[in-house]
């Protein structure tokens, strides 16, 4: 397999991630430090190594590779110019291309990481992303990834309805005039998770943005310009792929990589290893 030459591109999402890369800090859900104990660093071995690191955000898990992994030599790619360019303060060796369309000769990686990669690119493209991870792997070179699964959806649902609903019942008996604020959160509480479709529902978007804006306000000690709100509020409508399980073992079915599957207990996550054979 050679590498291939991209079509054109999706204008719509390098766009989400050029004005995403302003607020990553202060609107994050993935916990690097998090990921890299719980997983990375039991499974990346502190020996020479080339290492393709999918999806760079801010750089902050380029941090952690070349400090836990000196002798690794990272390469970061990222089709947003502007998480390049804030990746670049850590690590020079970055690349703006996309995921599906990596321009790297065959077999020039031992390690593949995608860290939330999977779940924020369009379902469309993640078949051509496999195989084209699979193309730049050497033999029995090893994929590493985390991403994003549904069943933690519906936990989360439980525990933000039952929290919104005991809030209600409690606001109701004890502070009639709250019931008016805290009836409307149980509706959206409710109203987040799609249980037929095991999507996030119509609602979710609001509560990303109202989410995004407290983060911000705490992070930044003001609250966001008309300008930022509209970002913010920009950011939110984007959702995210989350993974059945059948849609996970699905994705690698078709190639050579040996994929284990393991679920992180009370998280919403999988993480997989798949060795190519
Ligand atoms: C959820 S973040 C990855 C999180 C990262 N591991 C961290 O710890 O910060 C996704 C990154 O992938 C990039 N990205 C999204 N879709 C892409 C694609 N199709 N090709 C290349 N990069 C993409 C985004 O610009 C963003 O920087």
């Known amino acids: 397999m050679e590498s291939r030459t991209p079509s054109a591109g999706s204008q719509h999402d390098v766009e989400y991630w050029d004005i995403a890369s302003k607020y990553w800090r202060d609107i994050a859900t993935v916990n690097p430090h998090w990921a890299w104990n719980a997983f990375y660093s039991k499974k990346i071995p502190d020996r020479e190594a080339d290492i393709l690191l999918l999806g760079v955000t ?6 952690l590779i070349s400090e836990f992994r000196p002798r690794a030599r990272v390469t970061g790619v990222d089709f947003s110019f502007k998480m390049i360019k804030n990746a670049q303060g850590v ?10 369309f990596l321009p790297f000769k065959n077999e020039s990686f031992d390690i593949v990481l995608s860290d939330y990669f999977f779940s924020v690119i369009p379902e469309g ?13 050497r033999p029995k070179g090893v994929l590493l990834a985390k991403e994003l699964r549904h069943r933690g959806h519906k936990v989360l649902w439980v525990l933000l ?8 019942i409690t606001t109701v008996f004890l502070v009639p005039s709250l019931a008016v ?17 095991h999507r996030m529902g119509r609602s979710t978007a609001f509560c990303k943005f109202f989410l995004h804006l407290f983060r911000f306000a705490i992070k930044k000690k003001r609250l966001p310009t008309g300008k930022e709100a509209r970002d ?13 399980d059948e849609d996970m073992e699905n994705l ?14 009370f998280t919403w996550n999988f993480s997989v290893v798949g060795v190519k054979q």
């Open 232 to 244: 913010l509020y920009y950011l939110s409508r984007k959702y995210l792929h989350i993974f059945t």
């Open 181 to 197: 604020f805290t009836s409307i959160l149980f509706v959206l509480a409710l109203l987040t998770y799609d249980p037929q479709k």
């Open 252 to 265: 690698f079915s078709h190639t050579s990589l040996k994929t284990e599957t393991d679920i992180t207990p």
């Open 58 to 63: 801010d750089g902050s898990f380029l941090r």
């Open 125 to 137: 493209v993640s078949g051509q992303t496999v195989e084209e991870i699979e193309r730049v792997l």
């Open 91 to 100: 690590e020079k060796n970055m690349v703006c291309c996309r995921g599906d």
């Open 161 to 168: 309805s039952s929290f919104a609903g005991a809030l209600f």
